[in-house]
């Protein structure tokens, strides 16, 4: 069955700092991948999704990520992180062949930021 | 304007109660969904309607009926509540039924049990 990891539960980093968020996927074949991010108290939002082509996704709020195939991963990537990046950040797939088309969420990453 | 509403935002409830909720989105999408959000933010499917008719009905308790009058709502009942059935639930909705769309979600309902 399709499942995805997200290892981080809370990651704590700095106003301006670097962030990546980790997440891997197991897979027959390769889904359809996508980071959502919910504020508090809010639905959530999406940010980017990997179909096919550039490995490498740009989303809303200058996040990226980068699919790598050979290590069956999707992580998010902000080169500069803001106090309103404070999150939960949640990765999912869905399922390329024809079948339930549901998403699998992974459980998420609580970011928090410091000033 | 907001796409996907959901109303009420808060539902506090004794345990044999019944309660419903409500979505509604207005982005003319034939897609919709609810998802339950447990205590630690893990969150699942429980329900899929595609053109008002259901697709996806995950293994839930059959205290919890969905209906769909027509394709901008989608509402939720349960039945008999438990303490377990605590959590947010999220509406969502997508152009179409299909695994790539992109789905938008409501701002939720924080159900509370005792």
């Known amino acids: 069955a399709q499942s995805v990891t997200q290892p981080d539960i809370h990651i704590t980093v700095s106003e301006g700092a670097s962030l990546e968020l980790r997440c891997n996927y197991s897979y027959g074949a390769t889904p359809y991948l996508f980071w959502y991010v919910q504020s508090p108290g809010q639905g959530l939002q999406l940010l980017l999704k990997?179909?096919?082509?550039?490995?490498l996704v740009q989303g809303i709020k200058g996040f990226e990520a980068e699919f790598k195939r050979s290590q069956s991963s999707f992580n998010l990537r902000k080169p500069s992180v803001h106090w309103s990046d404070a999150a939960e950040y949640f990765c999912a797939v869905g399922p390329r062949q024809g079948g339930s088309e549901k998403l699998v969420f992974g459980k998420g990453t609580k970011l928090t930021v410091n000033p | 304007d907001t796409a996907v509403s959901q109303t009420p935002k808060y539902l506090v409830t004794q345990m044999g109660n019944d309660k419903s909720i409500k979505c509604e989105q207005n982005l003319g999408h034939d897609t919709m969904y609810w998802y339950k959000q447990d205590s630690k933010k893990f969150l699942k499917i429980m329900f899929s309607y595609n053109n008002k008719e259901l697709i996806i009905n995950e293994t839930v308790p059959n205290r919890f009926s969905p209906k769909s009058p027509d394709k901008a709502h989608l509402n939720l009942h349960i039945n008999s509540l438990e303490l377990g059935d605590s959590a947010v639930y999220f509406c969502?909705?997508?152009?179409?039924?299909?695994?790539?769309?992109?789905?938008?979600f409501g701002p939720g309902t924080r159900l509370l049990v005792l």
């Open positions: 969502a909705s997508s152009q179409a039924w299909a695994a790539e769309e992109t789905q938008y």
């Open positions: 990997y179909f096919s082509g550039d490995t």
